[in-house]
């Protein structure tokens, strides 16, 4: 009898802007390659043809979108990636390591900018693709704003918004981590790039015993 995959493994990155993410998401998957795993990396907003279009639309600033309707089109952009990349990767056994999920919605859309984190809540319900392991990559806002700055690209939407909201949206990841501490892991990501991937890659071995 042919024995389907097991489900692969869904870690998602956290963070506020400069937190080292990307960067951090390529040396993990790496690092799970060397042992073995088929690895997919993706992000948020995008991930996906259809979420890709809807990314560009809510990061160039041209549209200032109703509070609401950029609530939703994330999450219309999250449900296209779920649906054509990380549910596919994870069926076959892939492990899916995402660059931000529906806990930025929760900090940038509702701690940050004043939504309602209850309708966020239930947004992310309603998507129903829960990650095993969360890890929030904590900086410093100095150590944001000299990142940012010592990449000199043109800020987008929320990098545009500066110091105040930084500050807003890392207390906001931080205390996602208190609700959800079965899934949260926090790095001090102001550290040197291989220290965090060190205690990231150490997260991932406390957290799956097939890495063991
Ligand atoms: N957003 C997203 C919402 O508002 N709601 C949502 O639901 C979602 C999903 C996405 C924006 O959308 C918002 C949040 C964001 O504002 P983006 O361009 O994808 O836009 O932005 P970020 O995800 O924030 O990506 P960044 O590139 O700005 O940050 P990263 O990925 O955390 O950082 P990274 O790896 O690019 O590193 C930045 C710089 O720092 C250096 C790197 O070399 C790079 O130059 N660096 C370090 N330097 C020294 N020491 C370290 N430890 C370093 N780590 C990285």
């Known amino acids: 009898m042919a024995h389907s995959p097991p489900r692969g493994r869904f870690i998602t990155l956290e963070g506020g802007e400069g937190a080292g993410k990307s960067t951090q998401v390529q040396i ?19 991930g996906a043809p259809g979420a890709d279009i809807l990314r560009s639309m809510l990061l160039s600033g041209e549209i200032a979108w ?5 609530t939703l089109l994330h999450f219309a952009a999250r449900a296209e990636h779920v649906a054509k990349t990380i549910r596919p990767a994870l069926a076959r056994g892939a492990w899916v390591l995402c660059d931000r999920y529906f806990d930025s919605t929760l900090v ?17 319900k309603m998507i129903g ?29 929320y990098e545009r918004l500066g110091a105040p909201f930084f500050t807003k ?12 501490p ?10 040197h ?3 965090v991937s060190a205690l990231m890659f150490t ?8 890495l063991t």
């Open 28 to 46: 993990l998957a790496d690092v799970l390659r060397q042992h073995g795993i088929d690895v997919v990396t993706t992000r948020e907003p995008g």
């Open 66 to 70: 109703a509070p609401q309707a950029e």
């Open 108 to 124: 940038y859309q509702g701690y940050a900018l004043g939504g309602n984190p209850v309708q966020i809540e239930t947004l992310s």
């Open 129 to 157: 693709m829960m990650p095993d392991l969360t890890i929030i990559l904590d900086v410093a806002v100095e150590t944001t704003q000299a990142r940012l700055a010592a990449r000199g690209a043109a800020a987008d939407r």
């Open 169 to 180: 949206v890392r207390d906001g990841f931080l205390q996602v981590a208190i609700d959800n």
């Open 182 to 191: 079965e899934r949260c892991v926090v790095v001090d990501a102001n550290q």
């Open 193 to 195: 790039l291989s220290l």
């Open 203 to 210: 997260a991932c071995l406390d957290k799956f015993v097939e």
